[in-house]
């Protein structure tokens, strides 16, 4: 691995293992009344959190010599690309679950800006990916975490 792109991959090991430790407010989220079935956040969320480890997982290959380097790069950036448009997709569709939270309205808005955000997010890192700006990536993941992170806190019980 490059020594230029070494301390980049470090601290987006970093962000990802410390900002996506949700994992006790996903379990602790109702289930749909008398269904035993999660509700469409939970399942939202369990899709989020698939997408963040397949990106760990993409930053943090190994690339093996120089020679591959640019190939590589290339596979890494449409994966990152395929993961980030995944997430935007479900972003988009985060909002539909303000009525299982039974949110008020000023609530219901917030919930919508996060959901807002990680859209436009993922969007931007859809676009590094494809214009394979991977210099980019460590402060667009961050962002993304740093706006999962924001929702969760704010809505984990209220």
Do not use: W
């Amino acid at each position: 691995m490059s020594d230029r792109l070494k301390p980049g991959f470090t601290i987006i090991l970093l962000f990802l293992i410390m900002g996506c430790a949700h994992k006790a407010y996903d379990t602790a989220l109702p289930q749909l009344v008398g269904t035993g079935q999660p509700t469409l956040h939970q399942v939202q969320s369990a899709t989020l959190r698939e997408k963040m480890r397949s990106l760990k997982v993409l930053m943090f290959e190994d690339i093996y010599d120089e020679l591959q380097f640019d190939e590589e790069g290339a596979r890494q950036a449409r994966a990152i690309g395929e993961t980030a448009n995944a997430m935007a997709a479900v972003a988009l569709s985060i909002p539909d679950v303000q009525q299982e939270l039974n949110l008020n309205a000023e609530h219901a808005q917030v919930f919508r800006n996060y959901a807002e955000q990680l859209k436009n997010q993922a969007m931007d890192l859809q676009e590094a990916a494809r214009l394979k700006k991977s210099e980019a990536y460590p402060s667009l993941i961050h962002g993304i975490v740093k706006t999962c992170n924001g929702c969760h806190s704010k809505f984990q019980r209220m």
